[in-house]
């Protein structure tokens, strides 16, 4: 074997070694999502389901962008939202007013889930949707004289919010500022199950609505962020190894 085809040979086989080591520009982001979805007064009917996030779609962490620390604003941080209707299966309903819903074996709360801890809808009634989905932000709000926040799922470019609920944060004993500007301590405390749907009157007071956000399921998966170390890297080794067979060659000559 000439000089020039050992050279290169070893250039070649030091790639998948140095880049081995290589550090990516950003480990990676664990994706937590908490999906929802939203019944009314009966508790039984779905309305809406949507997924809460901490992190964007283009795989950054999704952070408090609000300077007031009373407010806290999470863009993009709802996911995947979208309106219909379908009734979700109670537990005990296939004996009687839900004859094709299955009976659960995995939990002894009121709704009926699957192996995955998701809720399962009526056969005879699944979920329609009849919107597109679309991705909104979440928005919080500290409310001192009434001790509640507000929380509002609002779509960018419109003022008024798609969903509004109230918590008394007192009665579960969250921590407030937590409440309003970290978002994994959103997530991890459930918060958005824990409170209650509201609606602005006429009048301009705010009103209660009976009514779940019930917690479908929390998962998490690894988001691989962009990592443009090994490619500067290789361009690199690359200008080395050409330096290296030139050289070489020149030798020879």
């Excluded at 990676?28 to 009314?40: E, H, I, W």
């Excluded at 709000?141 to 609002?154: A, L, P, T, W």
Aim: charged share 20%.
């Amino acid at each position: 074997m000439s000089i020039i085809k050992l050279a290169f040979a070893i250039t070649l086989s030091a790639v998948p070694v140095i880049l081995s080591f290589v550090e990516p520009a950003a480990a990676q982001r664990r994706l937590r999502t908490n999906t929802y979805s939203q019944t009314g007064s009966d508790q039984q009917n779905a309305l809406a389901q949507f997924n809460l996030v901490n992190t964007a779609r283009d795989g950054s962490e999704i952070t408090d962008s609000a300077s007031d620390l009373r407010v806290g604003l999470f863009l993009g941080a709802i996911q995947d939202y979208i309106s219909g209707n379908g009734e979700v299966c109670i537990n005990g309903g296939n004996l009687g007013f839900q004859p094709n819903c299955p009976a659960s074996s995995i939990n002894t709360g009121r709704y009926v889930l699957d192996a995955n801890g998701f809720l399962i809808f009526n056969p005879d009634r699944p979920f329609v949707p009849n919107t597109i989905p679309f991705d909104a932000d979440l928005r919080a709000e500290f409310i001192q004289d009434d001790e509640f926040i507000s929380y509002s799922i609002v779509r960018p470019g419109q003022t008024e919010p798609v969903l509004n609920y109230r918590l008394y944060f007192a009665s579960f004993g969250f921590d407030p500022n937590q409440a309003v500007n970290n978002l994994s301590y959103i997530q991890e405390e459930n918060i958005l199950g824990r409170a209650s749907r509201t609606f602005t009157s006429s009048d301009g007071s705010i009103e209660l609505i009976g009514g779940d956000v019930l917690i479908q399921n929390r998962f998490e998966r690894d988001i691989p962020n962009a990592v443009p170390e090994p490619s500067a890297t290789l361009g690199a080794l690359a200008a080395v190894s050409i330096g290296l067979l030139f050289k070489l060659k020149k030798k020879q000559v």
